[in-house]
C-alpha cells in the first residue's frame, strides 16, 4: 500500500488495513473529562511570541529513546520528527516520509523521504539516520521499541532518500510506532558508534524538528528556539518556548491563572482548583491528546522479594485496594478503576475471562494466612518500601492512600517520595524497592506497551519502564512470541486474551485506574494539538493572540 501527502490509496495489504481501522477508539468512552470550547473562532495564525509551559518533573533526557518519561517526550517532541504522524482516526500520515509502500506478502515496508529537511547543524537528513535510528535505539535501548520492532531484521539504504525496513515476519504492530514522540530519527553523524544513555548530545540535542535547543538551566527550564529551516515551510509559528520546572501543583496553578505560564499539560494542577479554575473565562480545559499512549496506572512488584515473590500475597493486595474510593479521595472522581492489564478502551483485545480482584479485605486477609505470614502481637505481618511515580502529580496523596489501605491487612508499607532521577535510577538500574505505583502507556497496541514489562528478556538494567521486576514465566514468553509474529488478527486478538488471563493469574503487576490527563491552557494559545497523541506532539502548529 502506498500512503503520500497527496493521496492514500485503499490498501491490497488486506491484514494490516483491518488492523488499523479497528484502531478507532476513545480512551475515556464518552465525552472528554474537561472540555471547555477548546476549538474557538481564530483565524490566521500570528508569527512571534514566547509560550511559557509549566512541567514536572524535569526531563533527564532531551530525546525520549531510551527513557520515554512523558517529561522527555513533551519536550523533545518539538526537537525530533518521526517518519510519520497520526491523525484523529489513528491513521498514518506523512512526516519525514512523504510516502510508504508495504509489499504483498508483509515483510518489507519502503519509505521514501524526503529531500529537503537538514539537522539542526546543517547536514543533511538521509536513510542512514533512519537505519541507525531504527537498529541501533528503537530495536535495542528503546523499552517498547524492542517489542514494537521485534520483527525488523534490516534497513536497507539504496538512496539518501529511501529506507527498506525488511521483517522477518508481517507485523501488525510496526505501522502504529513512527511518530516524533514514539519512535525520534536520531542524527547518526552525532550518536553512531557512541552509547546513546550517556552521550552528552541528549542534553544538547540536534533534531529536525521545528524547534532547535537553546539553553538547558538545570533545576529551571529548558530554551528551545523557532528552526528558521523546517522543513514545514512557515512553521513554527512561535519564536520561543520556554519549558518551566515547577514542581509544586498549586504553584503551577497559580502560574497558570495569573497568566505567568500559558499551558499546563497531564493534570498539572491540583484536582482540587479544576472547579475553579474552570470559572476563568481565560483558561480552557481539556482531556483530548493523550489517547494513543492509553496510560494506566498499576501497582507492581519486585518479585526479588521473597514476601512478594508468593502469588497468593499479590493477589491479596489486589483485593485490598479499593479503586473507586482511590479515585474519588485523591484524583475527584476524574477517572475510572481498571480490572486488567489491557485497558476497557481497547476494546478489540478486552477479555472478561481473567481473573477478578473485588475489594474484599477479609479474602485479602485469609490469603495471607494461607501464604504463611501471620499476623504478629502487634497486628502487622511486613513491612515494605513503596515509592510511587514522581511524574504524577498526586503522588504524595497516593503514597498516603495505599499506606492507609494496606494497613488494614497488616502490611505497613514505608513511603519515602522520590525526585524523577533517583526514582527511575532506584526502579530501573539498582532494583532497589518492593512496591510501586507506576503509570504505562499501554499504546494503540498492547504489544508496544505491555510486552517490555512483562517479557523476561525485557530486563535490562538501565532502560527505563520496562521489566524491572523480575517477572519470568516462560508461558508469558511463548505468548509474546507468538503475537509479535501472528498474521491473522483474530489469532492475534486471541493471543491478547491468554495474555490478560495469565497476567491477571501471575499478577506481578496490579491495574488499578486509567491516568485521569488533561491539559489546561491560556485562550490566547492557539493551535493546540488535540489529536490523540497532541499532548506528545509539540507545538508546531500553536501560535500566540497579541
Known amino acids: 500500500m502506498i500512503y503520500s501527502s497527496t493521496a492514500c490509496q485503499r490498501s491490497k495489504f488486506t491484514m494490516l488495513r483491518f488492523f488499523l481501522r479497528i484502531l478507532t477508539f476513545s480512551f475515556f468512552l464518552g465525552q472528554p473529562i474537561f472540555s471547555a470550547n477548546a476549538d474557538d473562532n481564530a483565524t490566521q495564525p500570528v508569527k512571534g511570541g514566547t509560550l511559557i509551559v509549566a512541567i514536572d518533573p524535569e526531563p533527564s533526557s532531551l530525546t525520549a529513546t531510551f527513557n520515554n518519561q512523558y517529561s522527555n517526550r513533551t519536550i523533545s517532541a518539538n526537537l525530533f520528527d518521526g517518519l510519520l504522524t497520526y491523525d484523529n482516526n489513528y491513521q498514518p500520515q506523512p512526516n519525514l516520509a512523504q510516502s510508504w509502500t508495504v509489499s504483498p506478502d508483509g515483510k518489507s515496508i519502503t519509505f521514501r523521504l524526503r529531500h529537503d529537511v537538514k539537522w539542526h547543524d546543517g547536514q543533511p537528513f538521509t536513510s542512514t539516520d533512519v537505519r541507525y535510528s531504527a537498529l541501533e535505539v528503537w530495536k535495542k535501548v528503546h523499552s517498547r521499541g524492542r517489542s514494537t520492532f521485534a520483527t525488523l531484521i534490516d534497513v536497507e539504504t539504496p538512496d539518501p532518500w529511501t529506507a527498506i525496513f525488511r521483517l522477518s515476519a508481517p507485523s501488525q504492530v510496526i505501522?502504529?510506532?513512527?511518530?516524533?514522540?514514539?519512535?525520534?530519527?536520531?542524527?547518526?553523524?552525532?550518536?553512531?558508534?557512541?552509547?546513546?544513555?550517556?552521550?552528552?548530545?541528549?542534553?544538547?540535542?540536534?533534531?529536525?524538528?521545528?524547534?532547535?535547543?537553546?539553553?538547558?538551566?538545570?533545576?529551571?527550564?529548558?530554551?528551545?528556539?523557532?528552526?528558521?529551516?523546517?522543513?514545514?515551510?512557515?512553521?513554527?509559528?512561535?519564536?520561543?518556548?520556554?519549558?518551566?520546572?515547577?514542581?509544586?501543583?498549586?504553584?503551577?496553578?497559580?502560574?497558570?491563572?495569573?497568566?505567568?505560564?500559558?499551558?499546563?499539560p497531564f493534570a498539572g494542577v491540583p484536582f482540587a482548583d479544576i472547579a475553579r479554575l474552570k470559572q476563568n473565562p481565560a483558561l480552557v480545559f481539556d482531556s483530548r491528546g493523550y489517547s494513543y499512549a492509553a496510560q494506566t496506572y498499576f501497582l507492581a512488584f519486585n518479585l526479588r522479594n521473597p514476601f512478594l515473590a508468593q502469588q497468593k500475597v499479590r493477589q491479596a493486595f489486589a483485593h485490598a485496594i479499593d479503586r473507586q474510593r482511590l479515585i474519588n479521595t485523591v484524583w475527584y472522581g476524574q477517572s475510572k478503576p481498571e480490572y486488567s492489564v489491557i485497558p476497557s478502551s481497547l476494546t478489540r483485545y478486552v477479555t472478561d475471562d481473567i481473573p477478578h480482584y473485588d475489594y474484599n479485605l477479609d479474602k485479602a486477609n485469609q490469603l495471607l494466612d494461607e501464604a504463611g505470614f501471620p499476623r504478629k502481637a502487634d497486628g502487622s505481618r511486613i513491612t515494605l518500601r513503596l515509592y510511587t511515580d514522581p511524574a504524577s502529580s498526586q503522588a504524595l496523596l497516593v503514597g498516603e492512600f495505599l499506606r492507609q489501605s494496606f494497613s488494614k491487612?497488616?502490611?505497613?508499607?514505608?513511603?519515602?517520595?522520590?525526585?524523577?532521577?533517583?526514582?527511575?535510577?532506584?526502579?530501573?538500574?539498582?532494583?532497589?524497592?518492593?512496591?510501586?505505583?507506576?503509570?504505562?502507556?499501554?499504546?494503540?497496541?498492547?504489544?508496544?506497551?505491555?510486552?517490555?514489562?512483562?517479557?523476561?528478556?525485557?530486563?535490562?538494567?538501565?532502560?527505563?519502564?520496562?521489566?524491572?521486576?523480575?517477572?519470568?514465566?516462560?508461558?508469558?514468553?511463548?505468548?509474546?512470541?507468538?503475537?509479535?509474529?501472528?498474521?491473522?488478527?483474530?489469532?492475534?486478538?486471541?493471543?491478547?486474551?491468554?495474555?490478560?488471563?495469565?497476567?491477571?493469574?501471575?499478577?506481578?503487576?496490579?491495574?488499578?485506574?486509567?491516568?485521569?490527563?488533561?491539559?489546561?491552557?491560556?485562550?490566547?494559545?492557539?493551535?493546540?494539538?488535540?489529536?490523540?497523541?497532541?499532548?506528545?506532539?509539540?507545538?508546531?502548529?500553536?501560535?500566540?493572540?497579541?
Open 409 to 546: 491487612i497488616g502490611v505497613t508499607l514505608k513511603y519515602t517520595p522520590l525526585d524523577n532521577a533517583t526514582f527511575t535510577r532506584r526502579i530501573y538500574t539498582d532494583y532497589d524497592f518492593d512496591v510501586v505505583f507506576q503509570g504505562w502507556g499501554i499504546m494503540l497496541d498492547p504489544q508496544m506497551g505491555l510486552t517490555r514489562v512483562y517479557d523476561s528478556k525485557a530486563q535490562t538494567p538501565g532502560v527505563p519502564y520496562a521489566n524491572a521486576f523480575a517477572y519470568s514465566n516462560p508461558a508469558m514468553d511463548a505468548i509474546i512470541h507468538r503475537y509479535e509474529r501472528e498474521v491473522d488478527p483474530q489469532k492475534r486478538v486471541e493471543d491478547f486474551h491468554a495474555f490478560q488471563r495469565l497476567a491477571m493469574t501471575d499478577l506481578p503487576l496490579i491495574p488499578v485506574m486509567q491516568a485521569p490527563f488533561f491539559t489546561a491552557w491560556n485562550r490566547q494559545l492557539h493551535g493546540v494539538d488535540l489529536s490523540p497523541a497532541g499532548a506528545h506532539s509539540g507545538f508546531r502548529n500553536a501560535w500566540l493572540a497579541r
Open 175 to 264: 505501522l502504529n510506532a513512527f511518530d516524533g514522540a514514539e519512535s525520534q530519527v536520531l542524527p547518526a553523524h552525532i550518536f553512531a558508534g557512541k552509547d546513546i544513555r550517556t552521550n552528552p548530545a541528549g542534553a544538547q540535542p540536534i533534531g529536525t524538528g521545528p524547534f532547535k535547543f537553546k539553553k538547558w538551566e538545570r533545576g529551571q527550564y529548558v530554551e528551545l528556539e523557532r528552526n528558521p529551516d523546517y522543513w514545514d515551510k512557515g512553521k513554527p509559528y512561535l519564536d520561543r518556548i520556554i519549558y518551566r520546572f515547577i514542581p509544586d501543583a498549586s504553584a503551577r496553578s497559580a502560574a497558570l491563572e495569573s497568566g505567568d505560564v500559558s499551558y499546563v
